[in-house]
């Protein structure tokens, strides 16, 4: 979709071709922290505890990379942010995933081979068991401490519907050293994603390249966003491919004022601008509204349109 055409909802043409990719494995969804909204805090709340525990000294106590950066500098030792994200998921409330709205529900319903998270809990992997799937769960070895961990893609591992993948780009809180957490754990992140041998399995490399990307759960704003699409650059991807990033704008304040919504204007005009340059729709509204359309045109396929390709071989 062009710039100039950019709205708030997808068009016809953008949904067919969504919907079209699905069966033939070339759709990507990567969930980022959003996506568990109300489940605990989200990340912003979370940097603002930090900050306020911590006499934070700097301008932005909503960035949990920079929150996490500051209590990482002045605490005991560098894996103090950590131990308290830790401490943060073993709160949070898992999703109901008998509920049919539930966004991971509906993800886990899609006849799909590889789930991308940049979140660190194993909500994917619970939701595809509720749906009689058998998935395993894949983290990035970024850094050398993972570099030994066994991979789910050594030997002769099949990755079917049946059996998918969920990989954690940024990590998962079973292995904590695998965290990429603050703003040093970002860069050493970039960092380690170049070097050979590559820490991203070609299987995945693939799914990146070669699909439609569904962003979903994500703050344009945030650098687990900015990150993502950079490590994103460090892979060769077919430039037909369009992608999509749902994205709700947080003000913080209601936009009262013609001056508020002025500028609310001017973030979203800047932001499908900046996601176009790497061939992204914007859909602004909430994830859970986008599933929620997504599922619904997706159950009125017709059943031959959800079977995967023949293509003779």
């Known amino acids: 979709m062009p710039s100039d055409q950019q709205a708030d ?10 919907l079209s990719r699905i069966p033939k494995q070339r759709c990507t969804p990567f969930l980022g922290a959003e996506v568990i909204d109300g489940l605990m805090p989200s990340r912003s709340e979370i940097a603002k505890q930090w900050a306020e525990e911590s006499n934070f000294p700097l301008e932005d106590p909503y960035d949990l990379a920079q929150v996490a950066q500051f209590v990482a500098t002045t ?32 993800l886990a319903e899609l006849p799909l081979e590889i789930y991308i998270t940049t979140d660190y809990h194993d909500f994917m992997v619970q939701a595809l068991k509720s749906r009689d799937r058998d998935p395993r769960q894949e983290l990035c070895r970024w850094n050398e401490i993972l570099r030994p961990e066994k991979s789910v893609f050594d030997g002769d591992s099949k990755i ?3 059996n998918p993948v969920v990989f954690h780009l940024y990590g998962h809180t079973g292995v904590p050293e695998s965290l990429v957490l603050t703003e040093d754990d970002y860069l050493d992140f970039l960092v380690g994603i170049s070097k050979e041998p590559r820490p991203i399995p070609p299987r995945i490399e693939k799914a990146f390249a070669r699909a439609s990307l569904l962003f979903l759960g994500y703050r344009l704003t945030d650098l687990e966003f900015r990150v993502l699409l950079r490590s994103l650059a460090t892979v060769k991807r077919q430039e037909d491919y369009r992608h999509v990033a749902v994205q709700l704008v947080q003000v913080g304040v209601e936009a009262e004022s013609e001056q508020q919504l002025t500028r609310l204007a001017r973030a979203k005009e800047y932001l499908s601008t900046y996601c176009d340059r790497s061939f992204i729709t914007t859909y602004w509204g909430t994830t859970h509204d986008f599933l929620v359309e997504l599922k619904q045109r ?3 396929l017709p059943e031959e349109a959800k079977r995967p390709p023949n293509y003779g071989f």
């Open 9 to 18: 909802v997808l068009t016809e043409k953008d949904w067919f071709i969504l």
């Open 160 to 162: 079917s519907v049946a």
């Open 75 to 106: 605490g005991l030792d560098a894996n103090v942010p950590r131990e308290k994200i830790l401490d943060e998921f073993k709160k949070a409330r898992a999703p109901n995933f008998n509920t049919i709205d539930e966004p991971h529900r509906i």
């Open 298 to 300: 997706w159950d009125r």
